[in-house]
């Protein structure tokens, strides 16, 4: 059974930085193409960014193209996101996503595993 686990979220004021994690556990990490969404309320869950089961391939929002980066340690089962230079319009939940193929996705649907997601709110 996968598992994934969000961390790292919090308040934070804009302009600051934050890096979420989110560690997968159950089935092989590394042959996963993984990704991060994030939802606000009365909105869908929307893409943010993702990346291939081999860390390639990194592909972004264009709300947040250049300021956000998207990582992985396979060694660890380990995600990461990196967000630079924080805007209140990225105040959301987080979540981290799995896919079972390899390559990159944007699609919600393509995504077969999730994790419960964790708050990331940016005052003004």
């Known amino acids: 059974q996968v598992q994934l686990i969000e961390s790292g979220g919090g308040l934070v004021q804009a302009g600051d930085s934050l890096t979420l994690s989110c560690r997968g556990s159950?089935?092989?990490?590394?042959?996963?193409?993984m990704g991060w969404f994030r939802q606000v309320p009365g909105k869908e869950r929307a893409f943010v960014a993702t990346?291939?089961?081999?860390?390639?391939?990194?592909f972004y929002a264009a709300s947040v193209k250049g300021r956000f980066t998207i990582s992985r340690d396979n060694s660890i089962n380990t995600l990461y996101l990196q967000m630079n230079d924080l805007k209140p319009d990225d105040t959301a939940v987080y979540y981290c996503?799995?896919?079972?193929?390899?390559?990159?996705?944007?699609?919600?649907?393509?995504?077969?595993?999730w994790g419960q997601g964790i708050q990331v709110t940016v005052s003004s």
């Open positions: 159950g089935g092989t990490f590394s042959s996963r193409a």
């Open positions: 990346i291939s089961n081999l860390g390639a391939a990194p």
């Open positions: 996503a799995a896919r079972r193929a390899s390559t990159p996705g944007v699609r919600r649907d393509l995504f077969d595993y």
